[in-house]
């Protein structure tokens, strides 16, 4: 079994910062791909910015330039800093992990998500 532990939400003012972390662990082989999404009240869950195992990035044109996304292959762990918060991103942030496992049945690939952490941007 893998586990996704996120931290760092809580309350910002606009224009401020926060930095996201969500570390995985279990029986992981490798690390395929690992994303944020997030999820406003009453709205769908939506891509933020995802990043490959080789370092590729990709990002939604709502956060381009305001938020980065990086991992640590070593720790299984990847980061999303946010800059230049305005109130538009407040949501529930999820991290998602597409991996390779080991189970009883061998190596297979699967997605896992995170429980998800508030990030509250107040005007």
């Known amino acids: 079994q893998v586990q996704l532990v996120e931290s760092g939400g809580g309350l910002v003012q606009a224009g401020g910062s926060l930095r996201l972390s969500c570390a995985a662990s279990g029986s992981i082989f490798s690390i395929n791909a690992m994303g944020w999404y997030r999820q406003a009240p009453g709205k769908q869950r939506d891509l933020v910015a995802v990043i490959i195992r080789t370092g590729t990035t990709n990002y939604a044109d709502s956060v381009k330039g305001r938020f980065t996304i990086s991992m640590d292959n070593a720790k299984n762990t990847v980061y999303l800093q946010m800059n230049s918060l305005k109130s538009e991103d407040t949501a529930v942030y999820y991290c998602?992990?597409?991996?390779?496992?080991?189970?009883?049945?061998?190596?297979?690939?699967?997605?896992?998500w995170g429980q998800g952490t508030q990030v509250t941007v107040s005007s």
């Open positions: 998602k992990a597409n991996l390779l496992e080991r189970r009883s049945s061998g190596l297979g690939s699967y997605e896992y």
